[in-house]
């Protein structure tokens, strides 16, 4: 089993919807939680860095961390086609220095 | 600033050949770590440079290594080359070493035939 898990997708939306995607995790160690998201054939994009539990918010973006049941997700509001993309969770230990450990990503598709 | 920059962008190689990659971080960033990106095992963490020194190590065999230069740009390097080693190389750069945000680059696609 892996460290982090993430449904693959894909996921379709129609534009204005909201978008969830979410990743679970077993290694109870990781404090620091990030989303990436991916165009194809590009590098991943920092969106969102929390660390430990609880939420953050930035702009249509809001990242959600529950260390309790090893669980984080990523909301898009009023997604719009330029979000279609594969998003990334990632997550990092402070003893681990800055390797991350990446979910397999999400394919999501705003239709217009 | 300018961002996390990646040479040569696109390469093809022949098994057994060797490949050397290179990474400019972003201005002022200390650590650079390279993740191997494929469509089955995903982004896998292959090393992390912090002044100069390995700090962690990925699961993948002797064959990749790398590099970090005192003005923090860093190489790594594959050598005999396999089939499985087609994938997209991306580079991370990070400010200080340890839980902090990490900034990629765009990737170095390696095909080798």
């Known amino acids: ?112 | 600033k300018a961002g996390v920059t990646q040479t040569p962008r696109y390469l093809i190689k022949t098994r057994g050949q060797q490949v050397t990659l290179s990474c400019s971080p972003i201005s002022g960033h200390r650590s650079v770590s390279w993740y191997q990106q494929t469509p089955g095992q995903g982004l896998q963490f292959l090393f992390e440079y912090f002044s100069e020194t390995q700090r962690n190590k990925g699961n993948f065999p002797g064959r990749f290594s790398g590099r970090q230069f005192s003005n923090s740009r860093s190489e790594m390097n594959v050598s005999t080359l396999e089939l499985g080693d087609s994938a997209l190389y991306l580079c991370a750069s990070s400010p200080r070493a340890g839980g902090e945000t990490q900034y990629f680059g765009p990737g170095t696609r390696l095909l080798v035939l």
């Open chain 1, 1 to 112: 089993q892996k460290e982090v898990e993430q449904d693959p997708g894909p996921l379709s939306v129609p534009e204005g919807a909201i978008v969830s995607l979410n990743c679970t995790y077993s290694n109870s160690a990781f404090q620091y939680f990030m989303w990436y998201r991916q165009y194809s054939r590009k590098g991943p994009e920092l969106l969102m860095y929390t660390y430990s539990s609880g939420n953050k918010e930035d702009g249509r973006f809001t990242a959600q961390v529950d260390k309790s049941s090893k669980y984080i997700s990523l909301f898009i509001r009023d997604s719009q086609p330029s979000d279609s993309a594969t998003y990334l969770c990632a997550m990092s230990d402070q003893a681990a220095g800055n390797k991350l450990t990446f979910g397999g990503g999400t394919r999501v598709l705003v239709k217009p």
